[in-house]
């Protein structure tokens, strides 16, 4: 049974309330995410990740959320997994990296992405390693390598392809280039062990590995493209038909916990993270969480920009992967962000 609450509102005109009944009555999806007229779901359902703090979480643990309450039911593989358990209704929402979320939304997902939630800039970044005294020296030398991923289709994928095309690569010579999926723990020791000839490394994983040296960059996803918010958030068009005070207060908070993020001292950030992990009691390794650095959102609050899928929108029919076309205004809003009327956004 899905917690609801009414939410104290102004007086609404009849044509307002018969036209929210009416969207109410057209929503249709998983999740039975839709209450009795008045009131609205609260209790929103997410996957987590393992060692980690998502924006989400922490917005819930500052009491940014106000009435709504987060239902763990396990840890995510991936984002694309993550945002399909969103658009199936398994979950309340999902995020993942915006070339797959336009993929889902093309293929008919009744998605929207409505808050950016990670990015890359010069502290959280992929770099593409190689080991010292490699002959892979540039793009040309990728050709019939393996480069260890933690997962195909997504960022890591679409990086690689781009920098591939940027160094003048032809579309057979990138076919060539084998994107390997490898664990990421065990990515950095399938580099050392000659079983991948690439590895792409970020975090706590990156830092560990460039300090037992040995290893040197390629190229990284900050040097193709800078600072940019690269994944989103992401609630079925109904749930936000349905909810639309809950929809706000969530990106709200979200939006709220990642300024928080960014204008508190890292160690404090980090200190409340690791209080985290210890209330919710899934006996993690905090070890990792030490190593953050930064969500890497580039937009205030998380708002989302056209670039942020205009770049992979270009990407996906380069490679012939987007078979209908897809407009902004079905991929992505930021009517509920806070920081859209600051920024005039």
Not at 61 to 89: E, F, R, V
Request: proline share 3%; charged share 20%.
């Amino acid at each position: 049974m899905f917690r609801t609450i009414r939410w104290k509102s102004k007086t609404v005109g009849v044509a307002s309330l018969l036209a929210v009944t009416a969207l109410a009555a057209a929503a249709c999806g998983g999740g039975n995410s839709g209450a009795s007229a008045g009131s609205e779901q609260t209790e929103l359902r997410y996957q987590g990740s393992v060692g980690q703090v998502t924006p989400a979480e922490l917005a819930a643990d500052l009491g940014y959320l106000g009435p709504i309450t987060l239902k763990w039911i396990g840890n995510t593989i991936s984002g694309p997994q993550d945002i399909q358990a969103a658009a199936t209704g398994d979950t309340d929402f999902g995020g993942a990296f915006n070339g797959a979320v336009i993929k889902l939304v093309a293929a008919g997902a009744p998605i929207k992405a409505v808050i950016s939630y990670y990015g890359v800039d010069k502290d959280s970044y992929i770099g593409y390693y190689v080991r010292d005294g490699s002959p892979i020296t540039s793009a040309k030398d990728l050709i019939g390598k393996k480069i260890g991923m933690n997962t195909l289709g997504a960022h890591l994928e679409a990086v690689l392809d781009t920098y591939l095309r940027q160094q003048g690569l032809s579309a057979d010579e990138v076919k060539q280039v084998v994107p390997t999926v490898v664990p990421p723990v065990n990515t950095e020791q399938a580099l050392r062990a000659g079983q991948i000839d690439v590895a792409a490394l970020g975090g706590i994983l990156r830092d560990k590995a460039l300090e037992r040296g040995g290893i040197h960059p390629l190229f990284s996803d900050f040097a193709l493209y800078g600072t940019f918010s690269a994944g989103t958030v992401v609630l079925r068009k109904d749930f936000i038909a349905k909810n639309p005070r809950t929809t706000k207060q969530f990106v709200d908070g979200v939006a709220r916990a990642l300024e928080w993020a960014k204008t508190t001292p890292r160690a404090e950030v980090v200190a409340r993270f690791e209080q985290i992990i210890d209330k919710r009691g899934r006996q993690e390794d905090k070890t990792a969480i030490k190593f953050w650095k930064s969500y890497g959102v580039a937009g205030q609050g998380g708002l989302i920009q056209d670039t942020d899928f205009t770049r992979w929108i270009d990407f996906l029919r380069g490679r012939g992967e987007l078979k209908k076309d897809v407009v902004l205004t079905d991929l992505y809003t930021n009517e509920f962000n806070p920081f859209r009327t600051a920024t005039g956004s």
